[in-house]
């Protein structure tokens, strides 16, 4: 009697080898989770070019703007606000928000 004239013995094999790669992709994904797990640095904010912030100051109500740096993660800029006072602002590269305001003597 051969292997494969048996059904029994057949069914068994598949069996066998059904339980075989049950076992190997099963191993395979507890493998994956902790590649999974590395840290991807988001991507940094888009940031605005100096005609942008330009822009954003004169519609904001600053005058005279005479000087934007970019420097450190944002603009440094010298204008004069609504007050006629001279300032020294600085203000987030990725949004446009002045988030220092200096009055600049």
């Known amino acids: ?15 066998i080898a059904g339980s075989a790669l049950a076992f190997w ?8 989770p902790a590649q999974a797990t590395q840290t991807v640095a988001a991507p940094a904010a888009p940031q605005l070019t100096i ?6 100051l004169e519609a ?9 740096e970019f420097d450190d993660g944002r603009y440094e800029v010298k204008a004069q606000n609504a007050k006629g006072e001279r300032v020294k602002l600085k203000v987030n590269a990725a949004t446009g928000a002045v988030e220092q305001e200096r009055v600049h003597r």
Do not use: C, K, W
């Open 25 to 32: 992709a099963a191993q395979a994904q507890t493998a994956a």
């Open 51 to 56: 005609r942008d912030i330009y822009d954003r």
């Open 60 to 68: 904001a109500g600053y005058r005279d703007i005479r000087e934007i």
């Open 1 to 15: 009697m051969t292997f494969h004239s048996n059904p029994i013995h057949a069914v068994l094999a598949m069996l």
